[in-house]
């Protein structure tokens, strides 16, 4: 029998050796939001960081333009995953909503909070087994998949608007963005240094994946791929 699995901030315990956790469009969600930030970090850093001039005429190298396209493309992809994944939390179940809010208000949550910080810090000897996300990467995931991917769309539309002209409808969106900040460059700089911060978090997040499916003896990987959450017992070998 598995001991100390946790459902969420819920003190449950469950005897199966696997448990149906993420569903499929929120696996699906998950790898076309790795690929759309694969592709959005790298055309948004030549972006930034644009190519050497070509030789020859202009009409003959395109490739900035194919870049734009690639960033472009991506971002309006991320976005209607956005919003699918917000109208998935309506109809899936607990797991899929659980991106998307903190029980700040519960002690045994910040708690969970806290022992998940020193079990990652290597200070405790036992990891405990959730169903969903550990309190940590709970407070992780709703910072990072939902605020900060938000900030990210919002000011990536906020500059596309300004090529889209005066009126466009991205310009009436998200506009108001330069209303906060009406230098321009200050959006750009906020955006360009958004995609650092993802990137390093995206080496977090892979890192601690692959460590707690080793030292944690539970799925993580996988599960965002069969959706299911297996459990080791101590005992096997």
């Known amino acids: ?3 100390g699995v946790m459902d969420a901030g819920d003190n449950v315990i469950v005897t199966g050796p696997s448990i149906y956790v993420y ?3 929120v696996r699906l969600w998950h790898w076309v939001n790795a690929l759309c930030i694969t592709i959005l970090a790298i055309t948004g850093y030549f972006i930034g960081s644009p190519l050497p001039t070509m030789p020859g005429e202009a009409s003959d190298s395109f490739v900035m333009g194919y870049i734009r396209f690639a960033h472009f493309s991506s971002g309006q992809v991320l976005a209607v995953a956005f919003l699918a994944r917000i ?3 309506f109809f899936g179940n ?3 909503r659980q991106i998307f809010y903190l029980p700040v208000w519960e002690a045994a949550w910040w708690k969970g909070v806290k022992r998940e910080l020193r079990w990652y810090l290597f200070l405790e000897k036992e ?7 550990n309190p940590l990467a709970h407070a992780a995931m709703f910072m990072m998949f939902t605020l900060f991917n938000l900030g990210m769309i919002i000011t ?3 500059l596309y608007s300004e090529g889209a002209g005066r009126g ?3 310009d009436q969106a998200f506009g108001w963005v330069f209303i906060l900040f009406p230098n321009s460059m200050d959006v750009h700089t906020i955006h360009h240094l958004g995609m650092w911060v993802i990137v390093i978090f995206a080496m977090i997040h892979i890192y601690a994946a692959i460590r707690e499916d080793i030292m944690s003896r539970q799925t993580m990987i996988s599960t965002m791929i069969s959706g299911e959450r297996q459990f080791r017992d101590e005992r096997e070998g």
């Open 23 to 25: 569903e499929a469009p």
């Open 168 to 170: 466009s409808l991205p």
């Open 1 to 3: 029998m598995l001991r």
């Open 87 to 89: 109208l998935w939390a």
């Open 127 to 133: 990891p405990y087994k959730y169903i969903g996300h």
């Open 94 to 96: 607990k797991y899929s």
């Open 156 to 158: 990536g539309f906020a």
